[in-house]
T-cell receptor, first 114, second 109 residues
């Protein structure tokens, strides 16, 4: 298995609170991604990073911010959580970008916002 | 706009049966990946197809990329309970993967 650790694995929080999810990799891959997975929608890209301090928006970036201060860590922050952000969040990494290369996924964080 | 459609959404079959799942779009893609996801885990890559008409085999799984690179299929021969999971197609659009909603397959012993 690719060395990807997501934390926490489960979290329950209240509307309006800030939440930060962490993705840690030991593969030294350049690209890192955050997705959310919801029934009927598959996986949707939130933000991605193509290097330290280099990030870009994905399909569903509103309400989310990211930071990458080190190659191995990619943080996803929900600045003021809403119930619509209840979801399972997956981090993925790839050695090369461009969409032809495999992405390796973590095991997800299940986030519930009450 | 729904760019990608996977069918069927759910499939429940008996061990030993054959099945095909489909991934269709009106867009042309430069490549397409298939992933399999088990409950509580992240998706795992099965295959990448790049050339129109390309066929790839992975044991009992056969993947085909349409000639026009707008669609793909996954055929499983003699399904086993270990094939149970969510099968996701993910075409490459503009350098990023877009994921279908998946086909949830259940293979009963």
């Amino acid at each position: 298995d690719a060395g990807i650790t997501q934390s926490p694995r489960h979290k329950v929080t209240e509307t309006g609170t800030p939440v930060t999810l962490r993705c840690h990799q030991t593969e030294n891959h350049r690209y890192m991604y955050w997705y959310r997975q919801d029934p009927g929608h598959g996986l949707r890209l939130i933000h991605y990073s193509y290097g330290v301090k280099d990030t870009d928006k994905g399909e569903v970036s509103d309400g989310y911010s990211v930071s990458r201060s080190k190659t191995e860590d990619f943080l996803l922050t929900l600045e003021s959580a809403t119930s619509s952000q209840t979801s399972v969040y997956f981090c993925a990494i790839s050695e090369i970008g461009g969409g032809n290369q495999p992405q390796h996924f973590g095991d997800g964080t299940r986030l519930s916002i009450l | 706009t729904q760019l990608l459609e996977q069918s069927p959404q759910f499939l429940s079959i008996q061990e030993g049966e054959n099945l095909t799942v489909y991934c269709n779009s009106s867009s042309v893609f430069s490549s397409l990946q298939w992933y399999r996801q088990e409950p509580g885990e992240g998706p795992v890559l099965l295959v990448t197809v790049v050339t129109g008409g390309e066929v790839k085999k992975l044991k009992r799984l056969t993947f085909q990329f349409g000639d026009a690179r707008k669609d793909s299929s996954l055929h499983i021969t003699a399904a086993q309970p270990g094939d149970t999971g969510l099968y996701l197609c993910a075409p490459n659009q503009g350098g990023k993967l877009i994921f279908g909603q998946g086909t949830e397959l259940s293979v009963k012993p």
